[in-house]
C-alpha cells in the first residue's frame, strides 16, 4: 500500500472530478452555513481517489484539496490499527490488560480491562470528563493525574470485573487516551511517532500531529482550516488540536482520541488501506486482525476503533451498505468504508468554526456520503436535492 499516496495525486482532471464535488459541498456545506470549510471525496479500493473542496480560509484563501483540517475522533481508527499493527507484530496482545502497560491505571478498576474493550467502548468508563480544567484556570497540568483520573472514572453499575464481551456501550474519549498512553509507555516512543512508524509511513500517508506536519511542510500553517474561537485559548484555533483534553495532555502532539491532521486524500488513502487488507490485497496488516476490530458487537454499532452504519438514518447515509464501517469527528470530519462496495468516502470540515453550536453537520453528513457513495458505485451519481441552487448535477464518469 505504499504507492497509495502516488495514486491519490493523480487523480481525475480538475475539470471533470473536482468541480462537480466542489459544487456538492457548496451547496450541502457552504450555502446551509454548515462550516466555512470543506473537503470530500471517494476512492475504491485501488485507482485514484476523486476529490473536490470549496469555502474559504482566512485571508480569503480559497479551500483546496490540499487543505489540511483536525481530524478529531477519526483520529481513533488510526490508532486503533496501530495497536492492532503492535499485535500483529507480537508487541502485545489485544487481551492485555491495561495495567501492564499503563503504571497510572494499577490499582484501579481499569488495570484488568484488557485493550480490546477500550477500543471497543466497553470498559465501562464515563463519556467524557474535563480533564483539562486545570489548564483553563492557569495551573500546571499533570498528565499522570489526568490518566489516574480517566482509569478511575467508572460509571456506577460498572464497578465489578468486565464480563467477556464488555459492559454495554458507551462511546468514551476516556478510553482512548489511556490507550494512547499505554501505547507510549509499552513502546518508549510518542504516539505520533509510534502512528508514523506503523501506520501512516508504510502507507504512504502525510497524516499527523500538528508539530509533525508543522516540521514537514513550511506552508502547513496557511493550509490548515481554523476550528473554534476559544477565549481561554487566546481566540481562533489553528493549527493546534481543538478537543481540550488532547490540546492540555499532548499540546502539538497527539493523544489516543484525537490530535492528528490531514487532508481528504490522505483520508481516503487510509479508507483504501483498510479495505485492501479486507479484500486480501495488502500485507500491511493480517486480515484476521483488523476483521476483529471491525466485526459487529453486542449492545450497538460501535466496534473496536470504528463504528458501523446504524439501522435507520445513518451518517454514511442510505446507500453505504450494512457492512460499512467507519468514524464520525466532532469538529465535523467523517470517513466511511463499504467492503461490499469497495469504495471508501471521506468528508472533512471544520463546523465548529466560529462556534461547535452548530448542528447542521447532522443533515449534511448522510446527504454528502450518499452523493458519494453514489459514485463510487456507479461511476455517474446524482447529488441530493440542493439546498440552493438551480438542481441536481451529474458526477462526470472517471
Known amino acids: 500500500m505504499s504507492a497509495v499516496k502516488n495514486q491519490l495525486e493523480s487523480a481525475a482532471p480538475a475539470s471533470l472530478a473536482v468541480l462537480p464535488i466542489s ?25 485514484p481517489s476523486v476529490v473536490g473542496a470549496a469555502g474559504a ?28 499493527r503492535l499485535v500483529a507484530a507480537g508487541a502485545l496482545e489485544l487481551e492485555t490488560p491495561l495495567g501492564e502497560l499503563l503504571p497510572e491505571a494499577r490499582g484501579s478498576r481499569s488495570e484488568q480491562v484488557p485493550l480490546e474493550l477500550l477500543l471497543a467502548h466497553r470498559a465501562g468508563l464515563e463519556a467524557h470528563r474535563s480533564l483539562f480544567a486545570p489548564l483553563f484556570a492557569a495551573r500546571a497540568v499533570h498528565r499522570g493525574r489526568m490518566l489516574a483520573v480517566a482509569a478511575r472514572a467508572q460509571r456506577p453499575d460498572c464497578l465489578d470485573a468486565p464480563p467477556p464481551f464488555g459492559f454495554a456501550p ?18 518508549n516512543e510518542p504516539l505520533d511517532e509510534l502512528v508514523a512508524r506503523e501506520v501512516t509511513r508504510p502507507l504512504g500517508l502525510d497524516l499527523g500531529s500538528a508539530r509533525q506536519l508543522r516540521r514537514r511542510s513550511a506552508s502547513f500553517a496557511r493550509r490548515v482550516a481554523p476550528t473554534e474561537v476559544v477565549r481561554a485559548r487566546g481566540g481562533s484555533v489553528r ?27 490522505d483520508v481516503l488513502g487510509f479508507g483504501q488501506a483498510l479495505l485492501a487488507v479486507l479484500g486480501g490485497q495488502s500485507a500491511w496488516l493480517p486480515r484476521a486482525v483488523l476483521e476483529r476490530l471491525v466485526q459487529p458487537r453486542p449492545g450497538g454499532t460501535l466496534r473496536a476503533g470504528f463504528d458501523g452504519k446504524s439501522e435507520g438514518a445513518s451518517s454514511a447515509g442510505a446507500l453505504a451498505g450494512r457492512r460499512t464501517f467507519g468514524h464520525l469527528g466532532f469538529t465535523g470530519t467523517s470517513l466511511w468504508c463499504d467492503p461490499e462496495a469497495g469504495a471508501a468516502t471521506a468528508l472533512l470540515t471544520n463546523r465548529v468554526c466560529p462556534s461547535r453550536e452548530n448542528p447542521k453537520i447532522r443533515a449534511a453528513r448522510p446527504r454528502v456520503h450518499d452523493a458519494l457513495f453514489d459514485a463510487a458505485k456507479a ?18 464518469r472517471e
Open 379 to 396: 461511476g455517474v451519481a446524482r447529488a441530493p436535492q440542493p439546498v440552493t441552487g438551480s438542481g441536481p448535477f451529474i458526477f462526470p
Open 57 to 84: 480560509l482566512p485571508g480569503r484563501h480559497a479551500v483546496s484539496a490540499e487543505t489540511v483540517f483536525d481530524l478529531a475522533s477519526v483520529s481513533k481508527p488510526i490508532v486503533a490499527c496501530t495497536v492492532a
Open 170 to 187: 458507551v462511546y468514551s474519549d476516556l478510553g482512548y487516551l489511556l490507550v494512547g498512553a499505554a501505547l507510549e509507555a509499552a513502546t
Open 23 to 47: 459544487r456538492l459541498l457548496a451547496q450541502e456545506v457552504i450555502e446551509a452555513e454548515v462550516a466555512p470549510a470543506a473537503t470530500a471525496g471517494y476512492a475504491r479500493i485501488s485507482g
Open 239 to 265: 493549527g493546534a488540536v481543538h478537543d481540550e483534553n488532547a490540546w492540555a495532555f499532548s499540546g502539538h502532539a497527539a493523544s489516543g482520541h484525537a490530535g492528528l491532521f490531514g487532508t481528504v486524500s
